[in-house]
């Protein structure tokens, strides 16, 4: 189940070099912030406002915010969802202007040799679409509509005396 809190990393679940870095994430995330699942999860691309052949070529991070992160900005919003406090440190050194564009090229050419660097077993075997949690496609939902109306995020709780 994804809280309103957690970050989504939506990966490649037959990739065995993706596979593995998501279970190192996992390893490492120690504060419960991360929901990793396949783009191959039945209705998770377009649940998210992408398409299909998007969430094969790269890696996408889902914010809470509602703020779809791609490439190499997915792995920046990752590894900052792992830091204390969730410091954006590596998304805002990503930012740095002309940097994102080095960094997504450095991200592609790792991204096309992907399956030349096998880290671990793939998680999905061939065929195989997990259904999409009818719990984690509501807070996808909302989280779309953040993206667009930002009421939409939950606020401090409001307390009558």
């Keep these: 189940m994804l809280r309103p809190d957690q970050v989504l990393v939506i990966y490649d679940g037959r990739c065995p070099f993706c596979s593995g870095v998501v279970h190192f994430l996992r390893r490492f995330d120690w ?3 991360l929901v990793c699942l396949p783009y191959q999860t039945r209705g998770l691309p377009e649940a998210v406002g992408t398409t299909v052949q998007q969430t ?4 996408m991070t889902f914010a809470p915010s509602g703020h779809l992160w791609r490439a190499f900005g997915a792995v920046a919003a990752g590894l900052d969802a792992l830091l204390p406090f969730g ?3 590596v998304r805002a050194i990503y930012l740095v202007p002309g940097l994102h564009r080095i960094l997504d090229r ?3 050419v790792v991204s096309d040799n992907r399956n030349r660097i096998p880290l671990s077993r793939p998680d999905l075997e061939e065929g195989e679409h997990p259904p999409l949690d009818p719990n984690v496609e509501e807070e996808l939902g909302r989280r779309r509509l953040a ?3 930002p009421s939409a995020l939950p606020g401090p709780a409001l307390t009558l005396h």
């Design 31 to 33: 504060r419960d912030k």
């Design 87 to 89: 410091l954006p440190i």
């Design 147 to 149: 993206s667009r109306m």
């Design 106 to 108: 450095l991200y592609f």
């Design 56 to 59: 094969r070529r790269m890696a």
